[in-house]
């Protein structure tokens, strides 16, 4: 069976320190891979998604950036937080065999920018 | 660009009550849509996927509908717990891309 795993859970950083939230997934190959921000009462935001390694497409223009390091890794990170960059990220992964997939979710990490 | 609706934003009822949940999309150019749940402070879980050639999909308790014509999805849980209380999210396919909408909080009273 297939498992997506997101660290860290929780974070608190302070503004302009850097950030690396990875994910991986477990149980499959060539998965298509999403960056998701909620921000409290809000929706979900797409930020980044990979349909392969080295292929990353960004959604919203903002001081993140995504990489794909290998198959099943997802890596968000950020030079220097700003406090508008407080939320809860969450990780997704589906199939990459077009659009009759389901989407799935990690646990998330709540990451606040004192 | 999709966009996608939940109306109510929460809803309140009392145990043993079904639950109607809407969703409405602007483009109905979509390939399938999707039902989430969401519990405080967690990911979100898969509840329901159906293809844009059905026109509803069943699992227990759980029953969702597509009319895509009208841009419109409705998930039917029958004879609700204390247990379903949680947020419900609808997300929209668009090949590679799914647009969410904000979501409806369920409560439901014992």
């Known amino acids: 069976s297939q498992t997506i795993h997101q660290w860290p859970a929780t974070l608190v950083q302070p503004v302009g320190s850097p950030l690396s939230l990875e994910c991986t997934v477990e149980g499959t190959s060539n998965p298509n891979l999403y960056w998701y921000r909620q921000a409290a009462g809000r929706g979900l935001q797409l930020l980044f998604y990979?349909?392969?390694?080295?292929?990353i497409s960004s959604e919203v223009p903002q001081n993140l950036s995504a990489s794909r390091p290998q198959d099943r890794q997802f890596i968000l990170s950020s030079k220097k937080l700003l406090l508008s960059d407080s939320g809860f990220y969450l990780c997704?992964?589906?199939?990459?065999?077009?659009?009759?997939?389901?989407?799935?979710f990690g646990n998330g990490t709540r990451l606040t920018v004192t | 660009k999709q966009e996608v609706t939940q109306i109510p934003a929460a809803l309140s009822v009392p145990e043993g009550e079904n639950l109607v949940l809407n969703c409405s999309f602007t483009d109905s150019a979509i390939y399938n849509l999707q039902w989430f749940r969401q519990d405080p402070g967690k990911g979100l879980t898969s509840l329901l996927l159906i293809q844009s050639s059905q026109r509803e999909q069943t699992s227990g308790r759980l029953n969702a509908s597509l009319d895509k014509s009208s841009g419109r999805s409705t998930l039917y849980i029958a004879a609700s717990q204390p247990g379903d209380s949680a947020t419900y999210l609808c997300?929209?396919?668009?090949?590679?891309?799914?647009?969410f909408g904000a979501g409806t909080t369920v409560t439901v009273r014992a």
């Open positions: 997704a992964w589906r199939r990459g065999t077009g659009g009759n997939s389901p989407l799935h």
């Open positions: 997300a929209v396919v668009d090949d590679y891309k799914l647009s």
């Open positions: 990979s349909v392969g390694i080295g292929q």
